[in-house]
C-alpha cells in the first residue's frame, strides 16, 4: 500500500524559514516525480513544485520561485520542501503527491501558518 | 501558462447526469486529470489522461477531451459523490502543473 506521510509544518513568522518532509512506503520511491501541492483555507489546490525520480530535474511555481527549494533523499524515501522567506499568503495545508499518470497518491498533509 | 476554467458549482438530482467543463487553451495539446475532494480530506485521483480511470473508482465516472474543453461526467449521481472537482494539466513545455478552480457537485 503506498503511504505518504509529511510533517515538518507548523506556525512561523513572516520572513521565517520551514522544512517540511514527506516519507513515503510501499512503491520504489526513486522511480517517481514527486510534487508538493498546497491549498489555502477555503480555496482549491495550487501546485508548488516537482522534482524528477533521479532528482536531476526540477520546476516550481512562480509564485514560490527563489524562495523554496524542493529535494529528495532516494535512500530514506523522503521528499523535502525547503521553504525561506515565508509570508502570509504561504498559509496553507502542504501535501506531497506521487506522480503515476496523474497525482494518483497524497499524503494527509501538514499545516503551515504565517503570522506574526 | 494558462488558466483551467471551472464552473463553480453544478447541481443534479440523485440518479441524474453531471458534466463538469473545464477549458484551457493548452488541453489540445496537453491531457486532462481529474479530482475529487471531500472536505478534510486529500484529492483523489479519478481521470488520467483524459479518459482512463484508475483502478477502484466506479465506472460512473468518465472523461472525454475536445479540443480546449475536457469534460468530467458522472453517471447516475449519488448522494456520496458531493464534493468538490478539479481538472488539472500542465503548460504547454510540460513544465508547470495547474489546477482549475474548482467545482462543487451538489446533490439535490
Known amino acids: 500500500e503506498v503511504q505518504l506521510v509529511e510533517s515538518g509544518g507548523g506556525l512561523v513568522q513572516p520572513g521565517g524559514s520551514l522544512r517540511l518532509s514527506c516519507v513515503a512506503s510501499?512503491?520504489?520511491?526513486?522511480?517517481?516525480?514527486m510534487h508538493w501541492v498546497r491549498q489555502a483555507p477555503g480555496k482549491g489546490p495550487v501546485w508548488v513544485s516537482r522534482?524528477?525520480?533521479?532528482?536531476?530535474?526540477?520546476s516550481y511555481a512562480d509564485s514560490v520561485e527563489g524562495r523554496f527549494t524542493i529535494s529528495r533523499d532516494n535512500a530514506d524515501n523522503t521528499l523535502y520542501l525547503q521553504m525561506n522567506s515565508l509570508r502570509v499568503e504561504d498559509t496553507a495545508v502542504y501535501f506531497c503527491?506521487?506522480?503515476?499518470?496523474?497525482?494518483?497518491?497524497w499524503g494527509q498533509g501538514t499545516l503551515v501558518i504565517v503570522s506574526s | 501558462s494558462y488558466d483551467l476554467t471551472q464552473p463553480p458549482s453544478v447541481s443534479v438530482s440523485p440518479g441524474q447526469t453531471a458534466r463538469i467543463p473545464c477549458s484551457g487553451d493548452g488541453l489540445p495539446s496537453q491531457y486532462a486529470y481529474w479530482y475529487q475532494q471531500r472536505p478534510g480530506q486529500a484529492p483523489v485521483l479519478l481521470i488520467f489522461k483524459d479518459k482512463e480511470r484508475p483502478s477502484g473508482i466506479p465506472e460512473r465516472f468518465s472523461g472525454s477531451s475536445s479540443g480546449t474543453t475536457a469534460t468530467l461526467t458522472v453517471s447516475g449521481v449519488q448522494a456520496e459523490d458531493e464534493a468538490d472537482y478539479y481538472c488539472q494539466s500542465q503548460d504547454i513545455t510540460s513544465t508547470y502543473v495547474i489546477f482549475g478552480g474548482g467545482t462543487k457537485l451538489t446533490v439535490l
Open positions: 510501499g512503491f520504489t520511491f526513486r522511480k517517481n516525480w
Open positions: 522534482i524528477k525520480g533521479d532528482g536531476s530535474g526540477v
Open positions: 503527491a506521487r506522480d503515476k499518470a496523474g497525482l494518483d497518491s
